[in-house]
């Protein structure tokens, strides 16, 4: 069970990794800002999760419900973008 | 040069190949399921079994053989996997340097074939002429919808999409005089069944003399091939 | 006066139906519906194999041609199948796991008054002038986009089956919830029957497959009648169309097979008398066919001329898929292996769906190869092989299964050789109609002419065929009316079959046992009282020596001591919402008036949902005697989390069109590459709106520590601070909004700002919703309703107020930063 200060620090932690975040890509210290930006997503999404929805004190049945999404939208996603990558525009006239 | 293999005797054997495999699993489990409604059927009004309602009866354990069974259909499962893998690599990649290349667009409703002859663009339009014991690439795309060209003996077909180019390979047979037909194969609207094409294959030397020959011999060259085609066709009853 | 004693009657009756939320009426409800979506699509394939058998003819071509295969298809898969599935479901799951209803019997009246309406909105098209959906059920874009089928009726099949989605959704919840935590003491996952294990499969791959169906079904509607072009550009188009709809479609195919596969399982069992063999291989075959279902569906892509180490990858799983399936059929047919089998209609039925299976399956196999889909993808050989899965596996599936209950369903037993009539001239239609298009496996689908000389026997064969299958459905007709009318009585278990539904009455009375089965150590049932159940202790219950048990014999059972009668709550508001729902999507495609007069109803009907809901009529406890492990003793926080997975999809559908369209070299031709979000938004307002959205989760979280607490300040001071930020995050994406448009970053400006505009207008939606929710739990907080034993109310809200974050926590970055 979270009290409030549990709550209270992974507010901060959330908030702070926002800022942090804007503030690594807007300098343009990030390589790869893609991939830099959605893991930092998915890290707050964990925290969100685990804290804020009380995944944590949830069963594995449970966790796997929500994770088994996460990964088919993953699928989806490195399906669509890889098969499209290496097609060939053309635009008859 | 190595030998091109046609597309549809490629298509052939593996078809031959998934329907042996097919035979001989899905036949054996035929062959057993047939024998086991024969062997264990309840001749008249035999009513009894040790089985009563009121209890929960799970599962017949499972027996080694079965499991044997299992690894079988898992080889050769995987192997028709393995197997079909070298044939679609094939299929996928024009196999020569020299493939003669057209241009086909679908649009609603028709196909349009474009050849590119010093520069210039020649076009037809439903029909298209192409030579004997060649390569043929096509490069396929769309003007409006979704379609798909294809020819159903050469047992090849490739989407038509806005927007992209497609690549298709077949090669033509070695003796003229065949007519194919160009079906589409997504349904693209109203008049999806009436986009069929005609791909008269000539001879190949006389092909080329007149691609050779510069634009406007060639155009002269299909047209008539194509109106001769058409003509006879009228003819016929 | 007798006149008006038959006309109270019939009000009666009606009402009844309209009211009612008992699983059995809404089973047979969905049953009744789908066999009549069933007969308009049936007869719809009988006009178009006519035409088909006479090519040269003008019977029906073009339009009216591609209307009716549009239908059929549409009808028979989402608006028959399934949900005939779903009313077997209805009416068997509960009695199978032994228990009193669904685990929220409303919102299952709901599921089904929805997907009447939705039903209901795909016919209509045949009205509009310009016809029905004539797309093909695949509706491949970009012909659906406006500028080549205008038709209203593409618009009224749009949302159809986004509405569909919905109930959907709504039933995976319920079902998913209802097994996962009202099971009868001792019947453990292992022991429940086939058919209720294929339901979860099914209701599984529902919850996951269907979100993408309905996004790309709204993406469809925007793109129709607001102006943007996710799917008329080929920047998104035709490939970004694809993937959405074969990510649901292809877990569709199992969809619908599963539960007719699940009801053969059982069948064949019964009537060899053998238990199932390997029970536990036909289980890992389904889970395992689940999981790889989702990753099969570019198998519909193979000739995109996509990448082909992608298009690889998915011919490898297609093939793969094959295993696990050829694993049940083993296992289905090893059943009879020393079985005493008996040749009743429902194994009749069932016998010859495993042969159709067979040759239905293998014949899917070459289509997993990309090379030999080169040759049959859109064709014939398709059609047939996918006839033999739909009509010779699953309809004669239903077909058993339908026999297989009808004396549970009516009490009645059916005529013997009108049933038989009935397989034998199904078995030969079936066969005649379908088994000559693998011949003629050339000639391209969907085509109304065709001038191929040898085609023409086939085809002709093929409609002969299917006139006899057409026969078939009249002699079941005549079957199941003379057996309701003049059938002879049924008996408990006629069967003799050994699942939970045999042991009480035929029909069932509306609380389905008397007393609580109890699944004993032994593998007894028995019957104790609920009093009993209540007060003993799971071992206790499962040893099965309770005092003043009797143990189940034969056919009849001594009822317990006491059993109390089970009042079943009525409500008419599922029936409000769906004629609402009817309303406002009709009125949304043809007339404002009534859009205005649907939406009037649906606010009515949800008013008086919630007052009711506000009332407790139709809270309950889940009894602490049933089988949860490994789910939370907690219908909300279950149910909550299932439609959360189905949020996931729903937004992780937006996010691959998100970088479909981002990657797609397509786009980058057409116009500009997509720009970096910091040029056309400002993240300042965005970081703002991300420090808003943080803090409002905060704030409820806060609420929900005080409502555990006893805290009612704490409690009010969370929820209205939540309200309050949740309304700040709107306003000012309101005005982001319309600066965005004010500068010229409008729809027309392309896909980067439509992509922004439907992320963050779908999480909107999501956050009004919350405001909403929110604003109901401060009601019950202040009507006294919430305390710390019943915080699981707001623990819900909470989990559903973190899914909206974390859908923001990528909208952010991927929009305003990168
Ligand atoms: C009464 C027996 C049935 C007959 C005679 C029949 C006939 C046909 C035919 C000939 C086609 C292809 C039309 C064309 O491509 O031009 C077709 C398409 C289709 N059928 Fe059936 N069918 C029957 C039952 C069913 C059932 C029970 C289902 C599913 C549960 C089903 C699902 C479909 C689907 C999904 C399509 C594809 C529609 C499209 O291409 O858009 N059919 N049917
Ligand atoms: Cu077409
Ligand atoms: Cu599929």
């Known amino acids: 069970m979270a009290d409030a200060k549990t709550y209270i620090a992974v507010w901060a932690v959330l908030v702070g990794s926002a800022l942090a975040e804007a503030w690594v890509v807007l300098s343009g210290i990030a390589v790869n800002t893609l991939a830099f930006v959605t893991s930092v997503a998915l890290f707050q999404s964990a925290l969100i999760a685990l804290f804020f929805q009380h995944l944590r004190e949830e069963s594995f049945a449970i966790k796997g419900m929500g994770i088994g999404g996460a990964a088919l939208v993953v699928v989806l996603i490195v399906a669509a973008v890889t098969s499209v990558i290496s097609c060939t525009p053309y635009f008859p006239q | 040069m190595v030998e091109v293999l046609s597309t549809d005797a490629i298509w052939w054997s593996l078809f031959t190949m998934f329907t042996a495999a097919g035979l001989i699993l899905a036949g054996t489990v035929t062959l057993i399921f047939l024998y086991l409604i024969y062997r264990y059927r309840v001749k008249g009004s035999e009513d009894k079994d040790e089985l009563e309602p009121g209890r929960i009866y799970v599962e017949t354990p499972a027996k080694g053989s079965s499991r044997l069974l299992l690894v079988f259909t898992g080889i050769i499962v995987l192997s028709l996997i393995v197997a079909t893998f070298d044939e679609t690599i094939y299929l996928e990649r024009t196999p020569s340097e020299e493939a003669f290349v057209i241009w086909v667009t679908g649009f609603q409703f028709g196909w349009q074939f474009d050849y590119n002859v010093d520069g210039e663009t020649i076009t037809t339009i439903g029909a298209v002429v192409v030579p004997s014991d060649t390569v043929i690439e096509f490069k396929v795309t769309s003007r409006d919808v979704f379609h798909t060209f294809g020819f159903a003996e050469f047992k090849v077909k490739i989407d038509a999409l806005p927007g992209i180019v497609n690549s298709m390979w077949i090669k033509t047979p070695e003796e003229p005089g065949e007519v194919y037909k160009a079906y589409c194969y997504e349904l693209c609207g109203i008049g999806h069944s009436l986009m069929v094409a005609d791909m008269i294959v000539v001879d190949k030397n006389e092909f080329f003399q007149a691609y050779e020959a510069g634009p406007q011999e060639f155009r002269n060259f299909i047209n008539q091939v194509i109106s001769e085609y058409r003509a006879s066709l009228q003819g016929a009853p | 006066m007798a006149g008006a004693e038959f006309f109270g009657r019939l009000t009666r009756w009606i009402l009844r139906w309209l009211t009612t939320t008992n699983h059995k009426d809404i089973g047979i409800l969905y049953m009744v ?8 699509a049936g007869v719809l394939a009988l006009l178009f194999r006519t035409q088909l058998a006479m090519p ?12 009716a295969v549009t239908v059929h298809g549409l009808i028979m898969l989402l608006w028959f199948a399934s949900p005939f599935a779903a009313g077997l479901a209805n009416y068997f799951v509960p009695l199978q796991i032994g228990a009193r209803d669904l685990a929220f019997p409303r919102l299952n009246a709901l599921s089904y008054w929805l997907y009447l309406a939705s039903g209901i909105l795909v016919i209509l098209g045949f009205l509009a002038e310009a016809g029905a959906i004539d797309v093909g059920w695949t509706m491949y874009a970009p012909l659906t986009s406006k500028d080549f089928t205008p038709s209203p009726g593409v618009d009224l099949a749009v949302l159809g089956v986004a509405l569909l989605s919905l109930s959907v959704t709504i039933s995976t919840i319920n079902f998913l919830v209802t097994i996962a935590t009202m099971r009868a003491p001792g019947l453990s996952w ?9 339901i979860i499969f099914t209701m599984i791959l529902m919850l996951y497959a269907f979100p993408p169906l309905m996004v790309g079904a709204a993406i469809l509607w925007i793109d129709r009648n607001i102006g943007t072009e996710f799917f008329s550009s080929p920047a998104g188009g035709a490939l970004l169309w694809d993937h959405l709809f074969w990510f649901f479609g292809h877990p569709e195919v199992y969809i619908l097979l599963f539960p007719a596969l699940g009801a053969i399982a059982d069948i064949v069992s019964t009537f060899a008398r053998r238990p199932l063999y390997a029970k536990r291989y036909i289980l890992t075959a389904f889970f395992l066919a689940t999981i790889l279902s989702f990753l099969v569906w570019m198998h519909h892509m193979f000739v995109t001329g996509t990448n082909l180490y992608t298009r690889l990858f998915y011919s490898f799983t297609t093939i793969l898929i094959s295993i696990p399936f050829e694993m049940a059929t083993v296992s289905l047919i090893l059943t009879l292996y020393k079985g005493k089998i008996r040749f009743t209609i429902p194994m009749l039925f069932a016998l010859a769906a495993i042969f159709h299976f067979i040759l239905g399956g293998s014949t899917g196999v070459y289509l997993g190869s990309i090379a030999l889909d080169k040759g049959f993808r859109g064709t014939y050989w398709v059609v047939a092989h996918f006839h033999y899965i739909l009509v010779g596996t699953m309809l004669f599936g239903f077909f058993a299964a339908l026999y297989y209950w009808f004396p549970k369903i009516t009490g009645k037993m059916y005529n013997k050789k009108l049933a038989l009539l009935h397989f034998i001239l199904a078995t030969i239609g079936v066969n005649l109609t379908f088994f000559p298009q693998f011949i ?3 000639m391209p689908r969907r085509y109304f002419t065709y001038d191929v000389p040898e085609w023409l026997t086939f085809n002709q064969l093929s409609t002969l ?10 002699v079941a007709l005549i079957t199941i009316v003379h057996g309701l009318l003049r059938g002879s009585p049924a008996p408990e278990n006629p069967w003799r079959a050994w699942t939970l539904e045999w042991l009480t009455k035929s029909p069932p009375p509306p609380e389905n046992f008397e007393g609580v089965p109890v699944v004993t150590n032994d593998g007894r049932v028995v019957f104790v009282s609920e009093e009993v159940a209540e007060k003993s202790s799971r071992s206790e219950l499962v040893s099965g020596k309770l005092a003043g048990v009797q143990p189940l014999t034969g056919a009849s059972h001594a009822a317990p001591s006491h059993s109390h009668a089970h009042s079943h709550p009525v409500s008419i508001d599922p029936f409000i ?21 649907g939406i009037a109803v649906l606010a009515w009907g949800l008013y008086r949902w919630l007052r009711d809901e506000l009332n407790d009529r139709f809270h309950a406890e889940i009894p602490k005697y049933l089988e949860t492990w490994p789910f939370p003793r907690s219908k909300l926080r279950n149910g909550m989390w299932v439609f959360i997975a189905s949020e996931v999809m729903v937004f992780g559908s937006i996010l691959s069109a998100y970088f ?3 990657f797609n070299p397509v786009g980058k031709v057409l116009e500009e590459p997509w720009p970096p979000g910091y040029m056309i938004h400002d993240v300042g307002i965005g970081i703002i709106n991300t420090m808003i959205m943080f803090t409002s989760t905060l704030s409820f979280a806060m609420a929900y520590l005080g409502v555990r607490k006893g805290d009612n300040i704490l409690a009010q001071l969370g929820m209205i601070g939540t309200i309050f930020l949740g309304s700040l995050f709107l306003i000012v994406k309101y005005f982001e909004w319309k600066e965005l448009f004010a500068a010229g970053y409008g729809l027309d400006w392309g896909l980067a700002t439509q992509t922004y505009f439907l992320a963050t207008g779908v999480h909107g939606l999501h956050v009004a919703l919350g405001l909403l929710l929110t604003t109901y739990t401060l009601f019950k907080l202040y009507a006294g309703r919430l305390g710390p034993q019943r915080s699981e109310e707001v623990l819900m809200v909470a989990i559903y107020w973190g899914i909206v974050e974390i859908v923001w926590t990528f909208i952010f970055p991927l929009f305003y930063l990168v």
Do not use: C, H, Q
Request: net charge positive; hydrophobic share 60%.
């Open chain 3, 440 to 442: 003629i496996f050339d």
């Open chain 3, 33 to 40: 519906t789908s066999v009549y979506f069933f007969f308009i």
């Open chain 3, 465 to 474: 065929g299917s006139y006899i299958f057409g026969l078939s459905m009249i």
């Open chain 3, 660 to 662: 479909f369209i981002r």
């Open chain 3, 190 to 198: 292992f022991k429940l029957p086939m058919f209720t294990w294929s």
């Open chain 3, 577 to 597: 919402l769906g004629v609402g729902s009817l309303l406002a999507l009709f009125g949304l495609v043809v007339n404002k008036f009534i859009l205005a007069a």
């Open chain 3, 56 to 67: 040269a003819s003008e019977f029906l071509t073009g339009k009216a041609y591609y209307e």
